[in-house]
């Protein structure tokens, strides 16, 4: 089986910075100079690209000294999914127990609920 390699034509340059700090970028480069065989200059890199949700995610390191407490990591850290109706990220505990914020998807643990609370009115 052959993969092929297929381009979206309307991805913009958002499209892509979106889906490469969704997904992450690490860069690993090992760069050395040598000449007549000894090595004279030996670089490593060490580069990641993501955003703190997928860092958190992943467990990605910091420099010493970050601060993890601003609200943004403590955002990050909760576990969210997509809406399988209009694919917006969510936290996972609403998305199940009362439905999506963004579309008014329902999921079925939230309709069981509801029929539970009140069976008179479904």
């Known amino acids: ?15 892509v910075i979106d889906r490469i700090l969704d997904k992450g970028l690490v860069i690993n480069a090992d760069i050395t100079v040598s000449l007549a065989g000894v090595e004279l200059l ?13 860092a958190a995610r992943y467990g990605l390191e910091f420099p010493s000294g970050t601060n993890y407490e601003t609200s943004a990591w403590q955002e990050a850290r909760i576990g969210k999914e997509n809406c399988p109706q209009c694919d917006k990220r969510t936290p996972v505990e609403e998305l199940i127990s009362t439905g999506c914020p963004w579309c008014g998807w329902i999921s079925a643990k939230a309709k069981t609920l509801a029929q539970k609370a009140a069976p008179s009115m479904m």
């Not at 089986?1 to 499209?15: C, G, I, P």
């Open 42 to 54: 030996g670089i490593k890199i060490r580069a990641a690209l993501a955003s703190f949700e997928t």
């Open 1 to 15: 089986m052959v993969l092929e390699a297929s381009r979206n034509s309307s991805s913009t340059l958002v499209d």
